[in-house]
């Protein structure tokens, strides 16, 4: 048996604040991207399709997309974006493992999850 890691990536535009926070406690806004790998066995030369891991990431960002991510999570830190992103698609994957969800914030600052 042979287990393999694959990733798909994809952006989205927000806006947030972090309540209380001295500098990022004003609304703003950042293109986020996300990345995501998974690990599963290799079965007629695929893990999972791309389009199909990459059909599944898009729709959980769209949640995201061009909204006040406050209204989603209450403390809209990197952080908790990439954590509310990990569960969902852990969720959604029960035949793969997720071994990294990556949000970065800008292309400088970044959250990541590895298992």
């Given at each position: 048996?042979?287990?393999?890691?694959?990733?798909?990536s994809?952006?989205?535009?927000?806006?947030?604040?972090?309540?209380?926070?001295?500098?990022?406690?004003?609304?703003?806004g950042?293109?986020?991207?996300?990345?995501?790998e998974?690990?599963?066995?290799l079965?007629?030369?695929?893990?999972?399709?791309f389009?199909?891991?990459?059909?599944?990431?898009?729709?959980?960002?769209?949640?995201?997309?061009?909204?006040?991510?406050n209204?989603?999570?209450d403390?809209?830190?990197?952080?908790?974006?990439?954590?509310?992103i990990?569960?969902?698609?852990?969720?959604?994957?029960?035949?793969?493992?997720?071994?990294r969800?990556?949000?970065y914030?800008?292309p400088n600052?970044?959250?990541e999850?590895?298992?």
């Amino acid at each position: 048996m042979i287990r393999m890691i694959v990733g798909v990536s994809e952006t989205f535009d927000s806006a947030h604040f972090l309540p209380n926070h001295p500098k990022c406690g004003k609304v703003h806004g950042h293109t986020y991207k996300v990345e995501v790998e998974v690990e599963g066995e290799l079965r007629d030369g695929m893990v999972i399709d791309f389009e199909d891991l990459k059909a599944i990431l898009r729709e959980i960002v769209s949640k995201f997309d061009h909204k006040l991510i406050n209204d989603l999570i209450d403390n809209p830190t990197c952080e908790n974006i990439c954590l509310a992103i990990f569960n969902e698609i852990k969720d959604r994957l029960k035949d793969l493992k997720v071994i990294r969800v990556k949000v970065y914030e800008n292309p400088n600052k970044w959250a990541e999850i590895r298992i």
